[in-house]
């Protein structure tokens, strides 16, 4: 191989590691530490676990509970801020900063969507939805239970007028038979002195239902 080729090809590799070695040299002089603190823009809360990329990037990160990141990141950097609640920001680092560090106090904005009225059913079909209503059990009002009542009100007056038939009048014969066998020989009780028997009859006459035979 000629000279000439020989120092040619050597000359056209360190100018290329040269320029390799100015551009890395740029490229680390651009880097920085980027940190701060996110914060509400309504109460200057800390925002937690707030979301932290730099644009057209996979690089970023995530605030803590304090709302507080830090990362490496370039001059000239956009980097977006996002959090469920909050307007989305952006902020782009200074690109002829001196030093190799920049703190930010990043301040977000609450957002507010107003979603549309939503119903939730048990009833995932219009069928069912329909056999439920058809089949519904509708608790009583006030005045279905007032008609009940006066229901049954009636049935006992109508079963205090009505006659004994044959066998009850049976049954009340042999109750009073057995009785008389019972207190045979002996002075029958007398309710006279009975404190039950006189509160029965106090509250039948309070109720008005002592009735006096003439």
Known sequence: MPIKTVFAFLLFHLALSNLNQGSA??????????????????????????????????????SDFFG????????????LFSHV???????IIPDSLSTNR??????????????????????????QFKMAFM?????????ERAKKNLQLMEMH???????????QNFKNYMQEQTSRLYYAGQYPPTN????IAWSKFIEAWKNGNLTIEK
Not at 85 to 91: E, L, P, Q, S
């Open 157 to 167: 007056e109508r079963f205090k007028s009505m006659g004994m038939d044959g066998s």
């Open 25 to 62: 040299q740029d490229v680390k002089d651009d880097l920085l530490q980027f940190s701060g603190i996110i914060v509400t823009g309504d109460s200057l809360k800390p925002v937690p676990f707030a979301n932290i990329l730099i644009k057209n990037t996979h690089r970023g990160t995530i």
């Open 135 to 143: 089949n519904l059990n509708i608790p009583d009002d006030d005045l």
């Open 102 to 127: 920049y703190s930010l106090i990043q301040v977000l904005i609450t957002d507010t969507v107003l979603l549309s009225e939503t119903y939730i059913y048990p009833w995932p079909t219009k069928e």
């Open 85 to 91: 609640g909050f307007k989305r920001n952006r902020f």
């Open 68 to 79: 507080y990141f830090s990362f490496v990141a370039q001059m000239g950097d956009t980097v």
């Open 192 to 195: 006279l002195l009975n404190p």
